[in-house]
């Protein structure tokens, strides 16, 4: 027989209630008297040594979670499937050749070598054991935790439909972009060896899903290569008879924007050829184009934007959290799980609620602050205090739309325009990591802007059925 110990949690004071009774076989650790969130984590930890954090995810949050520890009395891993942190906000600018992947992309282990206590690991997550407090991955090794951070990313959602994603490619990974790069610009190549009109037609329209961040800055870089980029590089075809569409189902683009940026976006929109459409509910997408109802589109490329649902990871954690739709996992206002103060869910993953009960949104900026939260609720948790609620601060929104072209909502203020343009710059080369990287991309700004030129205009890879040539 052992005593198993439930806890309840009594705010005023930071301290949890205990009540211990007998059972067999428990996995919950003895405690008899009045104890601090640490205490409840694991009360043998002093006894073993140094603390374990297992951080499963290496971007925005997964990171600065582990940067947030770099200082702290425990032992840090970090486990993702891929061996790069990859700064997300600029991947469209791979996907329209106006950056090389490298430009964007770090290695974790690069990121993290002079923090002499992490540690990464190149993996999969596999399962969770969240009574025996370990994490297995695909390889079978099995680690154990005594603090777990749940740090995956999202993918994209085709709300049912996925048999779409090999004709529409969404955009979250480098190779997301090196294909919807390789589509864009094999459509002109194609399109320059057509005879038929209507085919030609076909190749030159572009259709992007989705009139978020991502669809319009995606649709205005492609406005950019066709009016800019590629003019006067062909003989059979004018880049600039393109026809750029962008759809959007709900009234208005930009919708978690003010009105008024959502106005100015769609009119600088214009300005580099794409047609905005509001209340446009795409229902099939094949390999030659899309229909909207009754409406036929065609269009050799087509692009997915409209869309996020969590990595499946979450579904582990089922047991312990009600998931909403998307498979993200309610957390506490201290970040962690209820019943649980040991498992921290945050970034894509968490569903985190603002002091007045918003839902903090899914961005860069908020993952990043509740990836840096969550590491300093685990150092009070070690050193003997209690966990302090997440107080989440609104950094603003900012979407590029193409040169000197962009929206801001900062603070309550709007800006459009080359300010709104000139701040999304500063804003991103800010975060972005490395000093190396952060020059590249600088540099690489300076050319396109000097000679509307796009440097990593690269085809890779094989050919999409979609996009081959028809003989």
Request: charged residues 20%; proline residues 5%; aromatic residues 8%.
């Amino acid at each position: 027989m052992r005593r198993v110990t439930s806890f309840r949690k009594i705010p005023e004071f930071g301290v949890v209630e205990t009540a211990t009774q007998e059972t067999a076989g428990s996995s919950v650790a003895q405690v008899d008297q009045f104890v601090t969130v640490a205490d409840t984590v694991r009360p043998t930890i002093a006894a073993r040594g140094k603390p374990h954090v297992v951080i499963i995810g290496g971007g925005f949050a997964g990171l600065n979670a582990a940067k947030g520890l770099a200082e702290a009395p425990v032992k840090v891993t970090v486990i993702d499937r891929r061996n790069h942190h990859l700064f997300a906000p600029l991947l469209y600018q791979v996907a329209t050749a106006q950056l090389s992947p490298a430009n964007i992309a770090q290695p974790i282990r690069s990121i993290l070598r002079k923090q002499e206590n992490a540690n990464v690991l190149l993996g999969e997550v596999a399962g969770i054991d969240t009574q025996a407090r370990t994490v297995e991955l695909d390889s079978g090794r099995i680690l154990a935790y005594d603090y777990l951070v749940v740090a995956v990313g999202a993918t994209h959602s085709y709300f049912g439909h996925d048999e779409w994603a090999p004709m529409a490619p969404g955009l979250k990974t480098i190779d997301d972009a090196t294909e919807i790069r390789k589509r864009i610009l094999l459509a002109f190549e194609h399109a320059e060896n057509e005879p038929d009109p209507r085919k030609r037609e076909a190749m030159l329209t572009f259709v992007v899903i989705g009139g978020g961040p991502t669809g319009v800055e995606l649709a205005g870089a492609i406005g950019e290569i066709a009016g800019h980029t590629l003019v006067k590089e062909f003989e059979n075809i004018d880049p600039r008879d393109s026809r750029i569409l962008l759809l959007e189902g709900l009234p208005r683009i930009l919708p978690m924007f003010p009105e008024a940026l959502s106005v100015d976006a769609e009119k600088d929109l214009a300005k580099f050829g794409v047609q905005v459409r509001t209340n446009s509910l795409v229902t099939d997408i094949d390999e030659h184009g899309v229909n909207i109802g009754d409406e036929r589109i065609d269009a050799n490329t087509v692009i997915w934007a409209a869309g996020v649902q969590v990595s499946r990871l979450t579904q582990v954690l089922r047991n312990l959290a009600e998931l909403d739709r998307a498979g993200r996992v309610p957390v506490e206002r201290e970040l962690h799980i209820a019943g649980h103060p040991e498992i921290f869910v945050v970034g894509d993953a968490a569903s985190v609620k603002t002091r007045d009960g918003k839902p903090v949104p899914g961005v860069a900026p908020a993952a990043m602050q509740e990836g840096k939260w969550a590491a300093a609720n685990i150092v009070r948790a070690v050193n003997g205090h209690s966990y302090t609620p997440f107080r989440y601060q609104d950094k603003g929104s900012l979407a590029t739309i193409g040169r000197h072209q962009a929206v801001a909502s900062v603070k309550g203020r709007n800006f459009n325009g080359f300010l709104a343009w000139w701040m999304w710059m500063v804003v991103h080369v800010f975060y972005l990591n490395g000093l190396r990287n952060r020059t590249l991309v600088i540099s690489q700004w300076a050319f396109s802007y000097l000679s509307f030129g796009r440097n990593a205009r690269l085809i890779t890879g094989e050919q999409p059925k979609t996009l081959e040539k028809k003989s």
